[in-house]
Structures are given as structure tokens and as C-alpha cells.
Nanobody, 132 residues
Framework: QVQLAESGGGSVQSGESLRLTCKDA??????MGWFRQVPGKQREGVAV???????RYADSVKGRFTISRDTGKNTAFLQMNSLEVEDTAMYYC????????????????????????????WGQGTQVTVSS
């Protein structure tokens, strides 16, 4: 049974940074992802990372957030820089036991969907609040 525990959330000012940690990301074969949700809105994919390190980011965080994983320590991370008020949300770590799905194009390149449907294990969430 995979049990995920997020940490690292908090309250910061706009422009500051936070690093979220997800422990017990225990299988190196799992797809790992970070999602966020604000009350009254759907859960939003923030970033996902495949077993080979390939990552996919939501357009709203591209260039500011970095997802990474340390399979030896069973840990995944989300480094969040230049935080904005709009980043305020509950952040969830997720693991997908079937691995990351891949959408190939005609050239053989692929990307990874940011869909929560691909993940079957979830943490309890950590709150991130950004004020101006």
C-alpha cells in the first residue's frame, strides 16, 4: 500500500519560494505528480514526472516550478519559485501505479497528460498561501 505524505507548505509573500516534499513515493516505476485545488474549483494538474525524469508542467507554472524525484530516498519534490497570489491552493502529491501515460505524435515525441485520472494514490495535501 502506497502512503504519500506532503510537507513544505506555508504562507509566503508574492515572489518568494517554497519546496514541497512528498515522502513514501515508494516505487521507482510509479508516475509522480503534483496537483492543486482551491475551494469550489476542480483539481488542477501542476506537474508530473515520468520514471525517466521527463516532466510536464501546467502553462501557469512553467518556468517557475520544478518537479523532481529521488527514487533512492522514495521522495518527490516540487520547487516553487516566484510564487504568485494565484498559486494559493491545497497541493496534493499523487502516484500512478500504472506509470505515466504517453501521448505520441507523428515524429515519435511524446508528452504526459496532466490528468488526475492517471493517479491512484493521493496524499492528504499541504496548504500553500501566497499574499501580495
Amino acid at each position: 500500500q502506497v502512503q504519500l505524505a506532503e510537507s513544505g507548505g506555508g504562507s509566503v509573500q508574492s515572489g518568494e519560494s517554497l519546496r514541497l516534499t512528498c515522502k513514501d513515493a515508494r516505487s521507482s516505476n510509479y508516475c509522480m505528480g503534483w496537483f492543486r485545488q482551491v475551494p469550489g474549483k476542480q483539481r488542477e494538474g501542476v506537474a508530473v514526472i515520468d520514471t525517466d525524469g521527463r516532466a510536464r508542467y501546467a502553462d501557469s507554472v512553467k518556468g517557475r516550478f520544478t518537479i523532481s524525484r529521488d527514487t533512492g530516498k522514495n521522495t518527490a519534490f516540487l520547487q516553487m519559485n516566484s510564487l504568485e497570489v494565484e498559486d494559493t491552493a491545497m497541493y496534493y502529491c499523487a502516484a500512478g501505479s500504472m506509470g505515466c501515460p504517453r501521448r505520441y505524435d507523428s515524429t515519435g515525441n511524446y508528452d504526459i497528460p496532466l490528468s488526475h485520472a492517471n493517479f491512484d494514490y493521493w496524499g492528504q495535501g499541504t496548504q500553500v498561501t501566497v499574499s501580495s
